[in-house]
């Protein structure tokens, strides 16, 4: 479906992307996961075929993503960070310029217009001027203006930001939805959640390189544990629990003690040391790793802190 | 105290930074100061206009009072002499008034001074001389009026009085002539008053009587009045219009054009620059990543500002026909052509200023200055003839000069398409450069990154 073969991009003395490899599978969920800054914008808008790169290719069904190449870009949606709309026309009169942008036109752009609507939920709100709307039904908005032509690949350039909890979950269900459908979707965040709550695959961005790409238990065979149990100071008391290090690695903070698991360890052996010790089972929480650890692995830095 | 202070301090670091608004609030007023100065005479020894181009055509045989005339209007800085024209190929002919009105015709020349074949006639004692002139703009011409019969008045009697003495001398004889001077005198004085001796002594010497009237302060002021019956009976200036002699409401018809050009600069610019919105927006992201050119945006910006400006043009200037009676219907399309030219040229003034500003503040502002300073310059609110010849030469450069001048070429001189295509051909030319340096500078700058 899309390829890159070793993209790179600067931008003067800064290399925003760095001999990027990647490919997607039609149906594919695919998730960017990266801080701001680490290049995720500048894929999309090579994807979208907003920008050239400096050196590589980007192809899409086979073909050469390039500036002059309109027609393929009939095969993709973007969806831009901004709630790009005309923000003094209606949700109707957004739709159809660019549903007419797109060469849609007479019966076919009204239907599609009514789909897109209603999958918008805003159907009620047809009239109403975009600016009148909340933040959640912009974005709805935002997504499905770039639906309206059927898209075989869909790139959102993190379509949540500024986004209420509530409006988030029905963006995500939309996208999930549409993905069920056979849509190709390319989602870039720097939510861990969202990139595991969504993506089939994810590939970890950071200053211009992909650092790691696969699926979610692909990525976190990186790290060098996989589960880790947390025993309360309430639970374990002052003392250190005696014999735990045959488990794993130990290390004691202020209100807890932390156990990484050794690979291979069986966790009923783990919990029926921890029963013989008198540690209660509510003071025991496992914790499966997640893609902050990873980023901290590959990094030496949190997701949130770069 | 220091709370204030504090706050202080953050609107002066805030206003140095915004390089918008220290140019509005310096060099913006520096320069309108520095052009109404110019026009006011304030820096120049003497206001007033400059180099005004104006013809003199003797049609009779030469005369020694329209040589006068003409050597003292050379004197007048006011006044660009023209007695002869250079064709292409460099030759130079006198100038007939026959070809005077053909130059009118082609808003070439708005004044010229005929001396008629019988400007100074055998029979009669005195000087005809006819003013053409083209007052489409209603404060030039009065100035103009002004100096010229201040220059003739003071210029032509006395030439006039010695030509006629040695044509007497010549004709009658001394004797007889003197004679004749001495009853002239002692006719002069006994209709306008003053001492025949007195007077007959200044006629004989070429000299306009001075010593008629009474002495005195009261005799001062009786001599200046008499004096001046006394010209206006031997000079007499016809004054012909040679254009807008159909216009109903002249001083609107002469304003209306300044007025809506510069409001047309001030929305095309704002819908020019509405570009930096849609790019804020993101905008251009969704639009580029469509089957969508920069291109295709830049035109549709560009013909939108062109329509804005036609319509905005035609219902001010429909306005002026409804409130001031304007003739705008009889001559209505080539007033279109005019609007669209207009329009064009100041779109891609307004496409120019997004190409070039970096935020839509920086447009703003630029677009006031130049806005401002363009009107100014190029005639929208008074007569160029006004300013120094440097901004004369400067406001051939501007679009609101070769507007303005289409406009009137409608409005007031009732031209035809062929006659304006001219001044819209300039405007597109304009346009045209304007256009190339803004494609170029859009493609360099970050407009649509």
Redesign the interface.
Known sequence: MLSLESVTKRYGSLTALSAVSLTLRRGEFFGLLGPNGAGKSTLM?LV???KQPDSGRVLLEGEPLVLSR??L??K?G?V????????DLSAEENLRI?GR???LSGARLKERIQQCLTAAQLVDRRRDLVKRFSGGMQRRLNIV??LLHEPSLL?CDEPTVGVDPQSRNAIFEFLQQLNRQGLTVVYSTHYMEEATKLCSRIGIIDHGKLLALGTLDELLTHLPSTETLRITSSGAGSGRIAGLESFGSVSVTADATVLALAPATRLSSVFAHLEEAGIPASAVQLARPDLEDLFLHLTGKSLRDA | MSTVLVLLRKDIVGFLRDRTAVSLTFLVPAVLIYIFGQVFGVERSSSGPVGIPLAVVVQGPASAAADAITASLRQEKAFRVMTTEKDAQGVETVLTEDRVRVLFRENKLRYALVFPADAQSDTSFGLKVRFLNNPRNDIETQMVTGLLQKTIFTAAPAALLDSLRKRAVSFAGPARTEAFYRRLAENVAANFGGDAGQIYDDLMSGRLPSGTGSSGAQGAATSSSTAENFLDRILKIESEQLSGQKVKNAAATRSVGGWAIMFLLFSVSGAATSLFDEKKAGLFLRLLAAPVRRSHILWSKYLFGMLLGLVQLTSLFFAGRILFGIDVTSNFGNLLVICLATSTACTAFGMLLASIAKSPAAASGLATFLILTMSAVGGAWFPTSFMPDFIQVLSKFTLVYWSMEGFLQVLWADCTLVELLPYAGVLLAIAAVVNTISIWRFNRGSLFE
């Open positions: 808008s979208a075929g907003l309109l027609d870009r009939q993709l973007f831009p960070q901004t709630i790009a709309l005309y923000e660019f942008l797109y060469g203006a770039a790139l």
